[in-house]
């Protein structure tokens, strides 16, 4: 059965070319092609993986190029006489702080297909903030057979990466579909996955609306975690719960999880930070300031902390921008003797990368 590559947040079947418009992804002759109806522009391009890509127009005012990204999914930016546009003939999610384009395509690999077994379910969750003072939503992923059990699942609190939001990890992600999967063929045990906003908002003192993303640690102590474990069958101890995250939410995952090292059984870093390395990074966020790197003082005692965790896991694409920073985190963790499980996929600092990663952190987690 074929994999549908054209679902999104917005739509599960194909978007339909209406009038006057065109299939935006073709593929001819074992090769894809973007391409758009805009006969009165004079200029128009598609920019991904950050390298803008002209078109040549045909008589019939279709602007057409060949796309020669890399793996399954890739963020595309439609530009038409130098306006970001969005386009409704391709898929959309949320990234760069916006909602953005992207595409999909068939590939080799289908561990994030949608295949034919038992599916889980994907919610829309709602609650007050005492963190924000405000109402906030999360998306919560339940495996198959949660609604007729009567037992208490491991949970894993997922995060996402910088200008992305709750969303990313099912929309772009596919981690639901990835879970069925690995469930069905018993590479994985059933465990709902918790996602929220990592990119927390708040009010300056002005009463602009600005971005804290250090918050989520109180966020997630006093608002989430109270709020899911009441009302799902889910954790309760360390022993039944996790946490990880991609980039922004991978140095989350380290700040929170390594200074309360009591909540949680295994971290998982994607694609990030143990350190928190601020300048040059995409980190660097103004107002911030230095990082004090208290949450490393747990890494000293190497017996220790090796018995904290049962899965300690990094993954990195070979090609990522960020790769300084995991060479970094690489030499301290060698030298401090700290027992890890660390993955380089081939790819750069995209959800090709962080499908795989949370693929197989997902294989190795409440086993015990």
């Not at 099912?170 to 069905?184: P, R």
């Not at 003192?205 to 102590?221: C, I």
């Not at 301290?332 to 949370?358: A, T």
Request: glycine content about 8%; hydrophobic content about 35%.
């Amino acid at each position: 059965m074929k994999y549908n590559t054209s679902f999104q947040a917005l739509a599960f079947d194909r978007v339909l070319p209406y009038e006057g418009q065109v299939e935006c992804l073709v593929s001819e002759g074992g090769k894809y092609f973007l391409q758009i109806m805009a006969p009165k522009a004079a200029e128009v391009n598609f920019r991904y993986n950050e390298i803008d890509h002209y078109c040549s127009k045909d008589a019939d005012g279709i602007w057409k190029t060949e796309y020669t990204a890399d793996g399954a999914i890739n963020y595309v930016q439609l530009i038409v006489d130098g306006v970001e546009l969005i386009t409704p003939m391709l898929p959309i999610s949320y990234g760069y702080s916006r909602p953005y384009n992207y595409v999909e395509v068939e590939t080799n690999e289908d561990f994030y297909g949608v295949k034919d077994v038992l599916h889980g379910s994907v919610r829309k969750e709602y609650f007050p903030s005492s963190v924000t003072g405000e109402w906030e939503s999360c998306v919560v992923y339940t495996p198959p057979g949660y609604d007729e059990s009567d037992d208490v699942y491991p949970v894993l609190y997922l995060q996402h990466g910088h200008g992305e939001n709750e969303m990313g990890w099912t929309a772009a992600g596919k981690v639901n579909f990835i879970m069925d999967n690995l469930i069905a063929s018993k590479n994985a045990v059933p465990f709902v996955i918790v996602m929220n906003n990592g990119m927390v908002q708040t009010h300056d003192k002005d009463g602009n609306r600005v971005v804290d993303f250090k918050l989520f640690e109180d966020y997630l102590l006093k608002d989430i975690i109270p709020f899911i474990e009441g009302k799902f069958r889910v954790g309760g101890s360390k022993e039944k719960r996790g946490m990880a995250g991609l980039s922004m939410g991978s140095l989350q995952t380290s700040i929170i999880g390594l200074s309360h090292p009591e909540l949680f059984s295994c971290l998982g870093i994607f694609s990030g930070f143990v350190t928190d390395i601020i300048q040059g990074s995409e980190l660097d966020m103004p107002g911030r300031g230095p990082s004090d790197n208290e949450h490393l003082k747990v890494l000293d005692d190497a017996d220790k902390f090796n018995s904290l965790f049962d899965v300690f896991f990094r993954s990195m694409g070979d090609k990522d921008l960020f790769w300084e920073n995991f060479a970094h985190d690489d030499k301290m963790l060698e030298e401090k003797g700290i027992k890890q499980i660390r993955n380089v996929y081939e790819g750069i600092h995209d959800w090709n990368v962080w499908r795989k990663s949370i693929r197989d952190f997902a294989t190795l987690i409440f086993k015990s």
